[in-house]
């Protein structure tokens, strides 16, 4: 009903920039909160950055002044400006999106298939 295609990832040397973008399609009346996650060989997936339909971003400590989410409502897109990479910023992200679909009493939850990250030199 809803997919959800992201792009931006590759390899990258430490210090470098990537940017991810999220686009949402499909039956969508609205969508809630917006959010990249990240999961890492061996570890438990985290959440990086969210944003709220109107704007209010929230930040994993490891990324905060270095990482900055952003959303366009009209367009069902979220972006991932990713700045000063580190080795540990290596990992598969996903992009998560809350959704409402038109007459539901309820919103849902929805993944992308995810993109890769490499930062090493």
């Known amino acids: 009903q809803v997919q959800l295609v992201e792009s931006g990832g590759g390899l990258v040397q430490p210090g470098g920039s990537l940017r991810l973008t999220c686009a949402a399609s499909g039956r969508i009346f609205s969508i809630n909160d917006m959010g990249w996650y990240r999961q890492a060989p061996g570890k438990q997936r985290e959440l990086v950055a969210a944003?709220?339909?109107?704007?209010?971003?929230n930040y994993a400590d490891s990324v905060k002044g270095r990482f900055t989410i952003s959303r366009d409502n009209a367009k069902n897109t979220v972006w991932l400006q990713m700045n000063l990479l580190k080795p540990e910023d290596t990992a598969v992200y996903y992009c998560n999106a809350n959704v409402r679909h038109l007459g539901a009493p309820s919103s849902y939850y929805y993944w992308g298939q995810g993109t890769q990250v490499t930062v090493s030199s």
């Open positions: 944003i709220t339909s109107g704007g209010t971003t």
